[in-house]
């Protein structure tokens, strides 16, 4: 009876989802609900996870509850508990669900909402959700050790090294183009200026709070911290609004990017209590607020998209990033849809927390659909705007000029009607003084938050403060990944430099940690400034690069998962991380070449640098370069990403050898080589005395 | 059914505030105390703030560590 009934519910389901692309498909050229996107999503999410993540678990993982988890045999009420299984789960949400998955999917807006949503829903039902569940699980049966060890131990001590320092550079692009993310927000905006400095008191406040007045009081911590945040943004408009101290707060994109630098520097410095810690609480739980409040949102406004399904620019002539949609939708949308960094997690606490092998199904499998949501959510607040704001809010000011009539003008010529007024309204709703270029994702989706919010409380007046909600939101969240991912990047070359000078290995020495911070400091400030003088607007050139970056590491986390399934003897069932390593290869190689050497200026590093080398050589200055001097600095800068490009290209390509190599050798083998930890009946039966034992106790 | 109804929401309560605590790395400090009474009854347990500023430490990597967020 009750299966039949399930039965019923799943046709159900498969009904709803056939329905709403159906109404989506049919509805080409009008405008549709929103709730429609949610609906198939959440429809794809739930069979997703019934049906095909069964089948990895069941079959091909042939997951075994009675195996005892690293949780339970290393029990020591710190690292290794065995956790509820829904505390865990939004123990590993929050770890994954970032900053990523809203900027991506707003920058892929410029194709339309369709392309984007699609590659959502497909990638992280048959790459990301697949990836960050298969990690988790090896994980897990190696005692929760670290993808680098992993790929180590599994693949030979060159592909770890060579894994490690891939991912190094993923780092510093990453912290660059995050840090891109906030320059661009905060510049020229007194309000947000205002409100993101003030986040640093607070939380230095809230450090002596929970350090030295109650310490380890969380709850009440986080409480104190959020109402000065809300202090900080009502404040913030006052400044705003008044001339001598908006003039104090208002800086441009470099004096931000030089704050910035300076601050990660003293940030990673500072013991972790007095500002990391603090800044980690609030932004953390303010996150889990606002993504639920943002579904909230759209659930109870039920907003119109604005934005055609699929708009001219899947030619690859549009302003937000250069380039067609193949390959650059899937490097554009890369944490949503797939993200390598989520391998570095699903290795980290979290494999040691689980309390049953059964489990690493709703945690591994189930978190990514909950991060795709997320993505799926930046997408709408993006596609609920008109397209002419959001172009203007998106397109580099060397391509729609600096004022909104020139704006309005050549946003027009494109077919997205918008007037001046429009834009001069905007700005002064939310705010701002302008709203033009502000590319990045976080305004746009602050508009759009702002636009879905005040539909839901406090109407148009309420509009300036989700819009500066929304900008500090991310910002804090940004600097709090900045300050972390830049003691990270520390501990990283203090590692690699520790090979050939082995006082830098010392941890516990300030000069090895002061040079260390400097050089990780040095190196993601140096692709943030270049971002941030950037003519075509930096996020332009640099987040295909994390795009790229991001989901080479996820191939080479599938490589991993593929190499280990061989080692297992479950080759029958490889594809299912065979097929998603091999389109992310197809689409990160195609990328990195194109990136590489596309004769278009615009997407090819090397025939941008080649442009400005000809008219170096003819004598004449091209814009935005003044003198001869920043042409040679724009060429230098054009060799440098270009170098980085490649490397990426190398680093990947020699994963992939290193995986063939490794499952050659696997197949050559008639026995299983994997190599888990905790899996014979001895350990069994020891854990299980061991856990009688303690039960009596 | 009052009563019942009240237990039910407690529970709910006490596993969100776990689930929140655990966000941030810090796990529950009772499941720790019972563990360590139960396992190492003659070793000394931490206070609650040792075990707060371990916990805190070690998510941070302050003795080098990894990246335990994303982007």
């Known amino acids: ?697 | 059914m009052h009563e019942a109804a009240m237990q039910e929401f407690r529970a709910i309560f006490s596993r969100l505030k776990q689930t929140g605590r655990l966000m941030v790395g810090v796990p529950c400090y009772d499941t720790y105390v019972a563990h360590r009474l139960a396992n190492h009854p003659d070793e000394p347990v931490m206070t609650y703030e040792e075990f707060f500023r371990d916990r805190q430490d070690t998510r941070y990597g302050v003795k080098g560590g990894g990246m335990n967020r994303c982007c």
């Open chain 1, 1 to 697: 009876m009750t299966r039949s009934i399930q039965t019923l519910g799943w046709i159900a389901v498969t009904l709803a989802l056939t329905f709403a692309f159906g109404w989506i498909a049919l509805n080409r050229g009008e405008t549709i609900n929103a709730l429609w996107i949610v609906v198939a999503a959440v429809c794809v999410a739930l069979l997703a996870y019934r049906f095909y993540s069964l089948f990895i678990a069941q079959t091909v993982l042939q997951l075994d509850p009675r195996r005892p988890t690293p949780a339970v045999r290393y029990n020591d009420g710190l690292d290794y508990v065995p956790t509820n299984r829904y505390v865990l789960f939004g123990h590993h949400f929050a770890a994954i669900a970032g900053a990523g998955p809203l900027v991506g999917p707003v920058l892929a807006a410029q194709l339309g909402y369709l392309p984007g949503t699609l590659w959502i829903l497909v990638g992280v039902v048959f790459a990301g959700a697949v990836q960050d569940f298969i990690v988790l699980f090896i994980s897990m049966r190696r005692d929760g050790r670290s993808l680098g060890d992993m790929i180590r131990s599994e693949m030979g001590q060159v592909a770890g090294v060579i894994a490690m320092f891939g991912v190094l550079l993923i780092m510093i692009i990453l912290l660059a183009v995050l840090a891109l993310v906030v320059v661009k927000a905060l510049a020229h905006s007194p309000w947000g200026s205002f409100t993101v400095f003030a986040t640093i008191p607070i939380a230095m406040l809230m450090g002596v709070y929970t350090r030295y007045l109650r310490p380890g009081r969380i709850g009440e911590m986080s409480v104190i911290g959020f109402a000065a945040l809300i202090a900080a943004i009502y404040f913030g408009q006052i400044v705003s609004e008044n001339p001598t101290a908006a003039e104090m707060f208002t800086f441009s994109g470099e004096t931000l990017a030089l704050t910035i630098i300076g601050y990660g520097f003293v940030a990673s410095v500072l013991p972790v209590w007095l500002l990391l810690a603090p800044r980690d609480y609030l932004s953390t739980f303010l996150k889990i607020g606002t993504i639920l409040g943002l579904a909230l949102g759209i659930l109870f406004v039920m907003p119109d998209l604005q934005m055609p399904a699929v708009s001219r620019f899947v030619d690859g002539t549009g302003p937000v990033f250069s380039g067609a949609l193949f390959p650059f939708l899937f490097i554009t949308i890369a944490c949503g849809a797939v993200s390598g960094f989520h391998s570095l997690i699903a290795s980290g606490t979290t494999p040691k927390m689980i309390e049953n092998e059964d489990q690493v199904r709703l945690i591994g499998y189930g978190s990514m659909l909950m991060e795709s949501f997320v993505a799926i959510m930046a997408l709408i607040a993006a596609c609920v705007l008109e397209p002419g704001l959001y172009f203007a809010m998106n397109s580099p000011a060397g391509l729609i000029g600096t004022t909104p009539d020139q704006a309005a003008q050549v946003i027009s010529s494109w077919g997205f009607v918008i007037t001046p007024e429009m834009l001069t309204q905007t700005a002064a709703d939310v705010g701002e003084g302008t709203i033009l270029s502000r590319a990045g994702g976080a305004p746009t989706l602050a508009v759009g938050m702002a636009h879905i919010l005040s539909g839901a409380i406090g109407g148009k007046a309420m509009m300036a403060f989700w819009y500066h909600f929304a900008i500090l939101f991310e910002a804090l969240f940004i600097l709090t990944t900045v300050d972390a991912g830049t003691r990270v990047c520390r501990f990283m070359i203090q590692d690699l430099l520790g090979t050939f000078v082995p006082v830098m290995k010392r941890t516990d020495s300030w000069m090895a940690n002061v040079v260390a911070t400097a050089l990780a400091v040095t190196a993601w400030g140096y692709f943030l400034y270049q971002g941030v003088v950037d003519p075509l607007g930096g996020i332009n050139t640099l987040w295909p690069l994390f795009g790229i970056s991001n989901q080479m590491l996820a191939a080479i986390a599938l490589i991993l998962c593929t190499v280990v399934l061989f080692k297992m003897k479950r080759q029958r069932y490889a594809w299912v991380t065979i097929v998603p390593t091999a389109w992310l290869l197809i689409c990160t190689l195609t990328a990195g070449w194109q990136k590489l050497f596309h004769p278009n200026p615009a997407i090819g590093f090397l025939s941008h640098a080649g442009k400005f080398s000809d008219a170096l050589a003819a004598g004449t200055i091209l814009a935005p370069a003044k003198t001869v001097e920043e042409m040679n600095r724009i060429i230098f800068n054009d060799y440098v990403d270009a170098v980085l490009c490649g490397l990426f290209i190398a680093v990947v390509l020699s994963m992939v050898v290193y995986g063939v190599l490794a499952i050659r050798k696997a197949l050559a083998n008639p026995n299983v080589t994997t190599r888990e930890v905790g899996g014979d009946e001895t350990a069994r039966q020891a854990t299980r005395l061991a856990s009688r034992g303690a039960r009596h106790a």
